[in-house]
């Protein structure tokens, strides 16, 4: 398998559970991202990762936990989510973190919190 | 901060018709800007990035942007539109912060093809 990819594709979660979103690139990069993407608002960048050290935290409320136990993985893990949080999770990766690099996005996790 | 602009949510065009989309950016200073496409329910390609070289910049699939510092701009450019061109498309900066560099997105340009 090739690119970035990220799993699930769908989730539906209550606003008491507690999930885990998945991002796996096969690209040998360094740099992995992770951004939100609401309906009718530009993608915000939520968490930078730099050869493991998250580098970037964006005001990012504590109930959205990253982990990056590799270059290759990184996990969202959710927690007492609002349903504002609703969106899609897009996650991407690049050689490292710096402006010649280009970033290469996964085909994103969309969420629903009911 | 940096920001970027995108004028138009959405931009119809027909098949075999010049699609531009326009972009402009905030900063002073010149920075890297790139074009993404977005198709349903697929993560972010990307199309073409300015990097401070030449200012007219050739991409994928046709499309093609120049950088135009007085203008603050980055339109996108394509002389025929494909049906396949349908999609969303996002401009980005890429800006520093503390330790990182960071794309800041413009809020997106919907591109109907129409037959």
């Known amino acids: 398998e090739t690119g970035v990819t990220q799993t699930p594709r769908h989730l539906v979660m209550g606003m008491t559970n507690k999930k885990s979103l998945k991002c796996e690139q096969h690209l040998g990069h360094n740099a992995m991202y992770w951004y939100k993407q609401s309906a009718k608002k530009p993608l915000e960048l939520m968490f930078v990762?730099?050869?493991?050290?998250?580098?970037e935290n964006n005001s990012v409320p504590s109930r959205f936990s990253p982990e990056c136990p590799n270059s290759s993985h990184l996990f969202l893990h959710l927690h007492t989510l609002q349903p504002e949080d609703s969106a899609l999770y897009l996650c991407?990766?690049?050689?490292?973190?710096?402006?010649?690099?280009?970033?290469?996005f996964g085909p994103g996790t969309r969420l629903l919190v009911l | 901060a940096q920001s970027v602009t995108q004028l138009g949510s959405h931009v119809s065009v027909s098949e075999g018709a010049l699609v531009l989309l326009r972009c402009n950016y905030s900063?002073?200073?010149?920075?890297?800007l790139f074009w993404y496409v977005q198709y349903p329910n697929q993560g972010l390609q990307l199309l073409l990035k300015?990097?401070?070289?030449?200012?007219l910049v050739k991409g994928i699939n046709g499309f093609e942007a120049e950088f135009k510092k007085s203008e603050t701009s980055f339109h996108l450019t394509k002389p025929s539109a494909h049906m396949s061109d349908a999609a969303e498309y996002f401009c980005a900066a890429l800006s520093s912060g503390a330790g990182s560099y960071q794309l800041t997105f413009g809020k997106g340009t919907k591109l109907s093809v129409i037959p």
């Open positions: 991407a990766s690049s050689q490292e973190a710096s402006p010649r690099e280009t970033q290469y």
């Open positions: 300015y990097t401070s070289a030449a200012t």
């Open positions: 900063s002073s200073v010149p920075p890297y």
């Open positions: 990762y730099n050869f493991k050290e998250q580098t």
